[in-house]
């Protein structure tokens, strides 16, 4: 600011971490054989959903070492997200402890997820454990853009930003906003595993 002494910010801005963890192959191929397992003795659950299944949100309760990793990264993605809005701590500093919840979703060709938004907590995400088959352009996230004053300045504006699903990501996002699941279509299986993460107490 030439001339004037002030600061620039962002106001009401959306984070979204994007963290990769294709370099744990091994924890990867050992959630799938869980979700596969866990879905292959408990049919699941199908709200918001079509052609996929839906595990009940307990999977972090699981022993596996692979759980336990899942878990940290989850933990890790509210922790940095808590450090780049300047939240999760108490008034002396010291760091509120976080909770969290997982889920899978295992999409069938066709399957999609309607859109949506997290409740009851604060930040959510998604880690993609297996999405090799997938067609070019299908299976994607969407973020709808929270901006609707934007959306009905600029109607020929895409209101939706679109990340291509690959092995190992991991978004983490504030649970209000709006996202879904594009259609899917491949010779595979979409795996993914959803989260909420929460402050505990």
Not at 142 to 153: C, K, M, V, Y
């Given at each position: 600011m030439s001339g004037a002494r002030g600061t620039?910010?962002?106001?009401?801005?959306?984070?979204?971490l994007v963290a990769h963890h294709d370099d744990a192959p091994d924890t990867l191929t050992d959630l799938r054989n869980l979700v596969l397992e866990r879905q292959a003795h408990d049919p699941g659950l199908t709200a918001g959903i079509h052609r996929a299944e839906k595990t009940k949100a307990d999977l972090l309760r699981r022993p596996?070492?692979?759980?336990a990793q899942l878990q940290q990264w989850i933990l890790h993605a509210g922790d940095a997200l808590n450090a780049?809005?300047?939240?999760?701590?108490?008034p002396d500093g010291t760091l509120l402890d976080m909770v969290a919840e997982a889920w899978a979703v295992t999409y069938q060709p066709g399957g999609l997820h309607h859109l949506h938004a997290h409740h009851d907590s604060v930040w959510s995400g998604v880690l993609y454990v297996d999405v090799d088959g997938l067609d070019p352009g299908t299976g994607l996230?969407?973020?709808?853009?929270?901006?609707?004053?934007?959306?009905?300045?600029h109607p020929h504006r895409n209101p939706m930003t679109s990340i291509t699903p690959t092995p190992g990501l991991l978004l983490a996002f504030p649970s209000?906003?709006?996202?879904?699941?594009t259609p899917y279509t491949?010779?595979?299986?979409?795996?993914?595993?959803?989260?909420?993460?929460?402050?505990?107490g």
């Open positions: 620039l910010q962002d106001a009401w801005a959306t984070p979204l596996e070492p692979a759980i780049h809005v300047g939240s999760g701590t108490r996230v969407e973020f709808l853009d929270p901006r609707t004053a934007a959306i009905a300045r209000w906003l709006q996202h879904w699941v491949g010779a595979g299986r979409r795996i993914s595993i959803a989260f909420n993460v929460g402050f505990a």
